[in-house]
DNA sequence: ATAATGATAGCG
DNA sequence: GCTATCATTATT
């Protein structure tokens, strides 16, 4: 019954259309033994080009941050703290720099620990979500409230882009 | 409040 | 090369 969301739909969107419809979706991972896991997206957060300064993609196209410049649909995943890998997924056509950080899933809250609880490491940067059997995400409803806030962690990005509502919570019913 | 922990960008 | 910084979290 899988009814795998195809890459189109990441990028003929923004970052910030996909990381608000992203809400209540699965994500889908497949582990090393074979066991599939899926959780429900709970809480998102969009980064939107290179005027952004809180995305990484202010600081142009580096080894670290090329993936984002490619189309829609693939993974972005870095180290952060030296600890913790986020996970993100591009948005938009090629060359206009977007993504959406998976926050919290219906297992566990804050980005860090999402990428502990799917085993996210350097080898999902470039993931492809249509083509990837190990991770992927799928069509689902739901039904809840969602909420908006500033986004989280990136006090460094100037008043304008620190202060735009672009962190997305879904409150289950 | 702060330590943990390492890749990365920016500067030389 | 070197170093400050970092889309965080667990612990005091």
């Known amino acids: ?22 809400l209540g979706k699965t994500l889908v991972r497949q582990f090393e ?14 980064y939107l080009g290179e005027d952004d300064l809180a995305c990484h993609a202010s600081k142009g196209k580096t080894p670290r941050t090329s993936v984002m410049y490619e189309e829609g649909g693939l993974v972005y995943v870095y180290l952060i703290y030296g600890m913790y890998w986020m996970l ?19 297992s566990c809250i804050g980005p860090g620990r999402v990428g502990n609880q799917l085993k996210i490491d350097k080898s999902f940067y470039g993931e492809n ?8 995400i799928e069509n689902s409803d739901f039904s809840g409230e969602i909420l908006q806030t500033p986004r989280i962690g ?20």
């Open 1 to 22: 019954m899988s009814d795998r969301i195809p890459n189109s739909f990441f990028q003929e969107n923004d970052a910030l259309f996909v990381a608000k419809n992203l």
């Open 33 to 46: 033994d074979g066991i599939i896991k899926r959780f429900q997206i709970l809480e998102t957060e969009a």
């Open 88 to 106: 993100n997924i591009v948005t938009g056509s090629k060359d206009h720099p977007q993504a959406v950080l998976i926050r919290g899933i219906s």
């Open 129 to 136: 979500l249509e083509l990837s059997d190990r991770i992927w």
């Open 154 to 173: 990136i006090e460094y990005a100037g008043d304008i882009w620190k202060n735009k509502p672009w962190r997305f919570i879904l409150i289950p019913d």
